[in-house]
């Protein structure tokens, strides 16, 4: 079964400061791996996916993140933190090997990102 | 833009009651989901319809049944609603079942049954 980890619930930064999300995955196969954004008070919002290719994917509003198959890790970042980034942000997984389950998407719990002006 | 819009967004019932859940895109998309988000906002896939036929049906009450018409529409219903179902409900859709699809949510269903 597809598992994906956020092991901090929290994460708190300065604002210029770089900013890095943390987000384990468990699959049997290749992973395919999805970052969302959540808001307050809004639905999810698609921050970037990594399918196949370049480890380091890129997605909207300056975010990236880099795909590392050894240690089974997709970590969101960006170079510098802007108040605005202040949010729920939650690592999903889709093992694409799962069978029936290949088109389900398996999300971690969330990180609340506090960015410090 | 509403690209996946729900209606209602607030839903306030009391427990026993019978509510809908409306949720439309117009992507032109050919799979939409249901989502439950607990008060830990924990993320939880209940159902997902493709063409609106039927792909994924978890672990969900059968108090709870979705219902397509189309595949721009997937509602929600919950019959004798219980004070467990408070939550966030999302609609999201993909444009089809593709392991690469990117699913795009609606902005989210607040039910508060007391």
């Known amino acids: 079964a597809q598992s994906v980890a956020q092991p901090e619930d929290q994460v708190n930064v300065a604002e210029g400061n770089p900013l890095t999300v943390k987000c384990t995955y468990s699959v049997s196969g290749n992973p395919y791996l999805f970052w969302y954004v959540q808001y307050p008070n809004r639905g999810l919002q698609f921050l970037l996916k990594?399918?196949?290719?370049?480890?380091l994917v890129k997605g909207s509003y300056g975010f990236e993140a880099e795909f590392n198959k050894s240690q089974t890790s997709f970590h969101l970042k960006k170079p510098s933190a802007l108040v605005s980034d202040s949010a729920l942000y939650f690592c999903a997984v889709r093992d694409p090997y799962s069978g029936a389950g290949s088109y389900q998407l398996t999300f971690g719990k969330g990180t609340k990102l506090s960015v410090i002006p | 833009d509403t690209a996946v819009s729900q209606t209602p967004k607030y839903l306030v019932t009391q427990m026993g009651n019978d509510k809908s859940i409306k949720c439309e895109q117009n992507?032109?998309?050919?799979?939409m989901y249901w989502y439950k988000q607990d008060s830990k906002k924990f993320l939880k896939i209940m159902f997902s319809y493709n063409n609106k036929e039927l792909i994924i049906n978890e672990t969900v009450p059968n108090r709870f049944s979705p219902k397509s018409p189309d595949k721009a529409h997937l509602n929600l219903h919950i019959n004798s609603l219980e004070l467990g179902d408070s939550a966030v409900y999302f609609c999201?859709?993909?444009?089809?079942?593709?392991?690469?699809?990117?699913?795009?949510f609606g902005p989210g269903t607040r039910l508060t049954v007391l």
């Open positions: 999201a859709s993909s444009p089809g079942t593709g392991n690469t699809d990117t699913q795009y």
């Open positions: 992507l032109g998309h050919d799979t």
């Open positions: 990594y399918i196949t290719g370049d480890n």
